[in-house]
T-cell receptor, first 111, second 112 residues
Framework: QQQVKQSPQSLIVQKGGIPIINCAYE??????FPWYQQFPGKGPALLIA?????SEKKEGRFTISFNKSAKQFSLHIMDSQPGDSATYFC??????????FGTGTRLKVLA | DAGVIQSPRHEVTEMGQEVTLRCKPI?????LFWYRQTMMRGLELLIY????????DSGMPEDRFSAKMPNASFSTLKIQPSEPRDSAVYFC??????????FGSGTRLTVV
């Protein structure tokens, strides 16, 4: 019940495309859902986060959609660029420190 | 702000040797986390400190692993004795609140 399932494992899109990464969870006690972006040789960096009281959050070209009833949330990257090529992790926490991370999605944006 | 600083960046050691990884959190952050990242298991929380006190070490794999935080600006993760299965990237992260970690660049450990 503590797992966060992330898909797909990898994704290739053309420049300008809209990659979508999905995550699902079971534990309804989770109340914070961040997304992290990781470039090779670097640590994960917080990209955007959402709480379950809103259904969508946008920050620049990045959008989180949240479906509380389905226990799913997803990351959309608008007008994707080659510089967005990275590994993306979703996570969930229960109002404390302990993030449960998804397994990651390796995104490649072709020029 | 220099971010979370980890050292060394890379460590290669022989099986059975002691390994010490170091972390300097962001000044003013009161929570510190040690994570391990592998292809098979992804990102795993090893231990969490709050105000220099270990709060949850349930993720520490076994007694060979130990972590300390003697003050607000320094933490260590020690593996003794090291084994090949300990090979991974170890991340330190810090946070001012329960939300929004800042990760360091990690230490890539290889045990041969």
């Amino acid at each position: 019940q503590q797992q966060v399932k992330q898909s797909p494992q990898s994704l290739i899109v053309q420049k300008g495309g809209i990659p979508i990464i999905n995550c699902a969870y079971e534990n309804t006690a989770f109340d914070y859902f961040p997304w992290y972006q990781q470039f090779p040789g670097k640590g994960p960096a917080l990209l955007i986060a959402i709480r379950p009281d809103v259904s969508e959050k946008k920050e620049g070209r990045f959008t989180i959609s949240f479906n509380k009833s389905a226990k799913q949330f997803s990351l959309h990257i608008m007008d994707s660029q080659p510089g967005d090529s990275a590994t993306y992790f979703c996570a969930a926490s229960i109002g404390t420190y302990k993030y449960i991370f998804g397994t990651g999605t390796r995104l490649k944006v072709l020029a | 702000d220099a971010g979370v600083i980890q050292s060394p960046r890379h460590e290669v050691t022989e099986m059975g040797q002691e390994v010490t990884l170091r972390c300097k959190p962001i000044s003013g952050h009161n929570s510190l986390f040690w994570y391990r990242q592998t292809m098979m298991r992804g990102l795993e929380l090893l231990i969490y400190f709050n105000n220099n006190v270990p709060i949850d070490d349930s993720g520490m794999p076994e007694d060979r692993f130990s972590a300390k935080m003697p003050n607000a600006s320094f933490s260590t993760l020690k593996i003794q004795p090291s084994e090949p299965r300990d090979s991974a990237v170890y991340f330190c992260a810090s946070s001012k609140t329960a939300y929004g970690y800042t990760f360091g660049s990690g230490t890539r450990l290889t045990v041969v």
